[in-house]
């Protein structure tokens, strides 16, 4: 005898303090150059966006992060009442749990009647990046229509789509538009992460800066080689210590 066992759809319901209404929707699930996690984070902080509500995955790895002095939740969202945006900042990884992740992102937009939700992510460069290049793909011609006047961003005629903006695109009924800057590296990006701030800023007309995000990548790649240098010459001396012993 064979049993069929039917598993029910966990319905993932927001406890949002505020609903605003009509809003545009920034999504970004940490992926590639964690560049989403970067850009909506620096957001968050650059449009002094207030904290409307939070989620966390059970089944996930425990995961939070301190910034100011202050908890940041493993999926935060947050609202900057000036430009009536809402920003879904992620630093829980949503691998295996892509659709759930997703559903969260829907039902803000059901919540909150958005009128666009946007996903951004960094793509795969086989080659080394010194200045990461822009591209968008849309469900939507008004939105194809505006952003393919923007200069220096290119349709992505050519890919494959996985993870949280995968099951965006499929299953979202509002106008959606995803952005993808591209990143060689599987460690923190900011430079690609400010490619898609400036590209936001040309589409939406935020008004940021992300000039603080160029600095902050100078920063980090400076470090990086300063660390990779003293690696180098910690090796150095213990091979000299093993030659010296052998000797």
Known sequence: MIYHIIKKEVKIVLELSKKPKGVRIIEGFPGL???????TGF??????????GSYYFEDAQPTLSIHDCKLIPPVGIYYNKQSNLVIVHAITPAIGIEWRAANIVLDLCKQLQAKELISIEGIGSAEEVQESKAFFFT???KCYAKIKKIP?????????IIGVTSALLLKSKIPTT????????KLPDSRAAAKIIETLDKYIGLKVDYKPLLQQAEQFETKLKTIYQQAAKTKDIQEKKELSYLG
């Open 33 to 39: 150059g964690v560049v989403a996690t970067i850009a």
């Open 178 to 185: 995803s952005f993808y800057a591209d990143t060689h590296s």
């Open 43 to 52: 957001l968050v902080d650059h449009l002094k966006c207030e904290k409307i």
């Open 152 to 160: 220096g961003v290119e349709c992505l005629r050519e890919g494959i």
């Open 139 to 141: 469900t939507d011609q």
